[in-house]
């Protein structure tokens, strides 16, 4: 039986790659995508260049600002324009493997286990994979290959930009060693810090401490995660596209936030991204969910059935961000915040129904809005960005869409 062999393709600054490559004049300076100064909101993403100034993807603007150059670029994001060229990338994949898990706009895992027998060994395949995007977009990405999503994930982040890293399943202790244990998923300000006061820096350092251990210093939750990812425990198993059970969107924030339009801004460019997946894998949900991390791994869901199925970026938002709002966590660092939409409906195709003239107001409005949506894609696809698109209006508790 073949060895396990998972692959994660990161697109390399995605966003900022975009614009830099249709606007040659952006190339070779620092570029943010995200909000604009002396806006409230934090950096959706930016180009190599900003990022030898300290900047990061989630980092307030302000901070963004102070630190760049004049000469600097910032963009707002176009979600459609970027998701057509994430979908260009996707289809080209499935040319290389038959199951290929979309993640968000610009990430993908792909089983590819077996193919060496058809393409070659597992560099080459990561080559080929590299290739392709390269040959359909004109852009780089970076690509880890190993035996679960969590080592293939670690191997993709490991040469950015433009990488290729393979890790063999016995390989897997060697690559891990020496990597910061800062690196784990799940260890924030609050539990990193438990761990270095006992003289621990690497995964190496971390495998020392037992189970139990981990647990009393971090929790069950928590020293459970750490214990399996300090030795490559991880799942193998993908969800392709038909079996997708949810799709959802987070951000991590460089450091913990407390200013509600920041977490606001963010929701918002999440919604916008789930929203444009679901529309274009023809999905509606009828479950939005909030999600919420504050200091170490204290980690809060809330969810909310709605009435009518929905694939539309504002009523995500919204459903999401009065989520946020029922609580009293105004005052509470946040270091990550995310959404995500559920419970298919099963028949997405409302464009292609005739309306009822007296049937259900309410679904005739859905129609309404789908139609709405499918023109804002095809126009943002046509015309690129700033042509169209809906915005959020703020208001000081609740908030409302409006068109813009």
Same mark, same amino acid.
């Given at each position: 039986?073949?060895?396990? @062999?998972?692959?994660?393709?990161?697109?390399?600054?995605?966003?900022?790659?975009?614009?830099?490559?249709?606007?040659?004049?952006?190339?070779?300076?620092?570029?943010?995508?995200?909000?604009?100064?002396?806006?409230?909101?934090?950096?959706?993403?930016?180009?190599?260049?900003?990022?030898?100034?300290?900047?990061?993807?989630? @980092?307030?603007?302000?901070?963004?600002?102070?630190?760049?150059?004049?000469?600097?670029?910032?963009?707002?994001?176009?979600?459609?324009?970027?998701?057509?060229?994430?979908?260009?990338?996707?289809?080209?994949?499935?040319?290389?493997?038959?199951?290929?898990?979309?993640?968000?706009?610009?990430?993908?895992?792909?089983?590819?286990?077996?193919?060496?027998?058809?393409?070659?060994?597992?560099?080459? +395949?990561?080559?080929?994979?590299?290739?392709?995007?390269?040959?359909?977009?004109?852009?780089?990405?970076?690509?880890? +290959?190993?035996?679960?999503?969590?080592?293939?994930?670690?191997? #993709?982040?490991?040469?950015?930009?433009?990488?290729?890293?393979?890790?063999?399943?016995?390989?897997?202790?060697?690559?891990?060693?020496?990597?910061?244990?800062?690196?784990?998923?799940?260890?924030?300000?609050?539990?990193?810090?438990?761990?270095?006061?006992?003289?621990?820096?690497?995964?190496?350092?971390?495998?020392?401490?037992?189970?139990?251990?981990?647990?009393?210093?971090?929790?069950?939750?928590?020293?459970?995660?750490?214990?399996?990812?300090?030795?490559? +425990?991880?799942?193998?198993?993908?969800?392709?596209?038909?079996?997708?059970?949810?799709?959802?969107?987070?951000?991590?924030?460089?450091?913990?936030?407390?200013?509600?339009? +920041?977490?606001?801004?963010?929701?918002?460019?999440?919604?916008?991204?789930?929203?444009?997946?679901?529309?274009?894998?023809?999905?509606?949900?009828?479950?939005?969910?909030?999600?919420?991390?504050?200091?170490?791994?204290?980690?809060?869901?809330?969810?909310?059935?709605?009435?009518?199925?929905?694939?539309?970026?504002?009523?995500?938002?919204?459903?999401?961000?009065?989520?946020?709002?029922?609580?009293?966590?105004?005052?509470?660092?946040?270091?990550?915040?995310?959404?995500?939409?559920?419970?298919?409906?099963?028949?997405?195709?409302?464009?292609?129904?005739?309306?009822?003239?007296?049937?259900?107001?309410?679904?005739?409005?859905?129609?309404?809005?789908?139609?709405?949506?499918?023109?804002?894609?095809?126009?943002?696809?046509?015309?690129?960005?700033?042509?169209?698109?809906?915005? #959020?209006?703020?208001?000081?508790?609740?908030?409302? #869409?409006?068109?813009?």
């Amino acid at each position: 039986m073949s060895e396990r @062999m998972i692959m994660h393709i990161d697109l390399d600054a995605f966003f900022a790659s975009i614009e830099q490559r249709d606007h040659p004049e952006y190339q070779g300076r620092p570029l943010v995508v995200g909000a604009k100064p002396g806006r409230r909101g934090v950096v959706a993403t930016c180009s190599y260049e900003a990022r030898r100034y300290g900047v990061r993807s989630a @980092m307030p603007i302000s901070e963004a600002a102070r630190r760049l150059p004049q000469e600097a670029v910032y963009l707002r994001p176009d979600i459609n324009r970027y998701g057509e060229v994430s979908q260009q990338i996707m289809t080209a994949l499935q040319s290389l493997s038959p199951v290929v898990e979309k993640v968000s706009v610009d990430e993908a895992f792909l089983d590819i286990t077996g193919m060496e027998r058809l393409i070659g060994d597992a560099e080459s +395949i990561g080559r080929q994979a590299k290739q392709l995007i390269h040959d359909q977009v004109g852009l780089t990405a970076s690509v880890g +290959i190993g035996p679960n999503r969590l080592i293939a994930k670690l191997a #993709s982040d490991y040469q950015k930009p433009d990488g290729l890293t393979v890790v063999t399943a016995d390989q897997v202790e060697a690559f891990l060693n020496p990597l910061p244990l800062t690196l784990l998923r799940g260890l924030g300000t609050k539990s990193a810090p438990i761990l270095q006061r006992l003289g621990l820096s690497t995964v190496a350092d971390v495998r020392r401490l037992s189970l139990l251990e981990l647990r009393r210093q971090l929790g069950n939750l928590a020293g459970t995660s750490i214990y399996q990812q300090a030795r490559g +425990i991880a799942s193998d198993r993908l969800d392709d596209q038909s079996t997708r059970k949810s799709i959802s969107k987070e951000t991590t924030f460089d450091q913990d936030i407390t200013d509600p339009a +920041i977490l606001r801004e963010s929701l918002h460019w999440s919604a916008q991204e789930v929203g444009y997946v679901a529309r274009q894998e023809h999905r509606k949900g009828s479950l939005v969910t909030l999600k919420i991390r504050f200091r170490g791994f204290d980690t809060h869901t809330r969810s909310r059935s709605l009435n009518t199925p929905t694939s539309a970026d504002q009523e995500i938002f919204k459903t999401a961000w009065e989520l946020y709002r029922s609580e009293s966590w105004d005052d509470q660092p946040v270091r990550l915040i995310g959404l995500g939409i559920s419970g298919w409906d099963g028949a997405v195709d409302e464009l292609q129904r005739q309306p009822d003239l007296f049937g259900d107001p309410a679904l005739q409005t859905g129609a309404r809005q789908d139609r709405l949506y499918q023109t804002l894609d095809e126009v943002s696809g046509k015309f690129g960005k700033h042509a169209i698109r809906l915005g #959020s209006k703020r208001g000081d508790s609740k908030t409302e #869409s409006e068109s813009e």
